[in-house]
Nanobody, 122 residues
């Protein structure tokens, strides 16, 4: 069983930055495939960025050049640095993980965090 806890959400103005964190517990972090998703009000959840087992990232087109994913394997933590935020980035951001398969930006992950709210005002 893997537990995921996100933090770092908040409210910023357009052009601002936030850094989200996701702490994984309950399993050896280095063997996880992980990703960030988000769900805006009235919209379906969408993939933001995923990392393969070798650490290779896959970004959604909407965030390329603005968001950066990174990992601290020693602390079992996944980060999402979000720069130049736009109102369309407003959403609940979720961390997801899987022990067996890397799903990229698909929602097939077995484990999900509770989400953290990001609000960007114009």
């Amino acid at each position: 069983q893997v537990q995921l806890v996100e933090s770092g959400g908040g409210s910023v103005q357009s052009g601002g930055s936030l850094r989200l964190s996701c702490v994984a517990s309950g399993h050896t972090y280095s063997s996880l495939c992980m990703a960030w998703f988000r769900q805006a009000p009235g919209k379906e959840r969408e993939g933001v960025v995923a990392v393969d087992a070798d650490g290779s990232p896959t970004y959604a087109d909407s965030v390329k050049g603005r968001f950066t994913i990174s990992q601290d394997n020693a602390k079992f933590t996944l980060f999402l640095q979000m720069n130049n935020l736009e109102p369309d980035d407003t959403a609940v951001y979720y961390c997801a993980a899987d022990l067996q398969s890397c799903w990229g930006l698909r929602e097939e992950y077995n484990y999900w965090g509770q989400g953290t709210q990001v609000t960007v005002s114009s």
